[in-house]
């Protein structure tokens, strides 16, 4: 309990007077440019390494078990069928774009660490981003995989539904995790040892698959995306879609910085 408290007051008087917020901006920027290009990358990775029909068919169900108060199948299959679709000389000018979510990450751990960007920050961020983007077919597919065990749950309601989110919130921690892990490892500055940063990886990871799980809610609620913005419907999907990215990039932030007062703590102890 002690410990707790003294990580807690580290990572406070390490914020304060700080701009979180601005700095998960800066990466929701980022992010914005490069998620649609890491997905159509790790579908079409999918398809390469496993068939082009589990893509298909777990796209399809996954989008179907989805809310539909804001209509989410159709972007799913848009998506799935641009991914499965594009040439490979597309997909390739594609990873310029997915890159960038590296840099916009290095950018920003950088700056919940209290260190300075260099000149080389964007690069660093950007190569460091690969093994991401490498892993990405494979982390991909274990979602795809267990669609058809995890969709009829969620269109069957009550304790099925119940029982499908507990199966994908566990299939969706071990993905999410990876992921982190590989960012807090090779696209971030190397602040953190091996170790902590693996728990800490997959810590975090709990949280952002715990948030990712409540966007469903919030896609079920039948609210007008697009009323404050004049009905124009692209405009509010993007709107609220930006919106979801920043709050799970200011508790990434926030779940870095009680790492980086973690291992500074036990290491003074």
Not at 238 to 247: K, N, Q, T
Request: aromatic residues 8%; positive net charge; hydrophobic residues 60%.
């Amino acid at each position: 309990m002690r410990t707790a408290r003294a990580v807690l007051r580290h990572a406070l008087t390490a914020l304060r007077g700080r701009d979180l917020a601005l700095w998960a901006a800066g990466i929701t920027f980022f992010a914005a440019l490069a998620v649609v290009p890491v997905l159509l990358l790790a579908l079409r990775g999918a398809a390469v390494l496993f068939g082009p029909e589990l893509v298909d068919d777990g796209a399809r169900l996954l989008g179907d078990a989805l809310p539909d108060a804001q209509r989410p199948a159709s972007a799913v299959r848009a998506l799935t069928d641009a991914a499965l679709g594009a040439s490979w000389p597309v997909l390739l000018s594609t990873l310029l774009p997915a890159s960038l979510y590296g840099e916009g990450l290095r950018r920003g751990l950088l700056q919940i660490a209290g260190r300075p960007s260099g000149a080389k920050t964007g690069w660093l961020g950007r190569v460091g981003f690969l093994p991401v983007l490498l892993a990405a077919p494979l982390l991909m597919a274990a979602p795809l995989a267990v669609a058809p065990s995890v969709a009829p749950d969620y269109r069957a309601g009550g304790w099925s539904a119940v029982w499908g989110v507990v199966v994908s919130f566990h299939v969706d921690w071990v993905v999410l995790s990876v992921a982190l892990c590989l960012v807090f490892l090779a696209t971030g500055p190397n602040l953190l040892p091996r170790a902590v940063a693996v728990v800490g990886g997959f810590c975090a990871g709990a949280v952002l698959t715990g948030f990712l799980h409540g966007f469903l809610l919030f896609l079920a609620i039948p609210v007008d995306w697009a009323f404050p913005f004049a009905g124009l419907r692209a405009v509010g999907a993007v709107a609220a879609l930006g919106l979801w990215l920043y709050l799970l990039h200011v508790i990434l932030l926030l779940a870095y910085r009680l790492l980086l007062s973690t291992h500074a703590v036990l290491r003074d102890r």
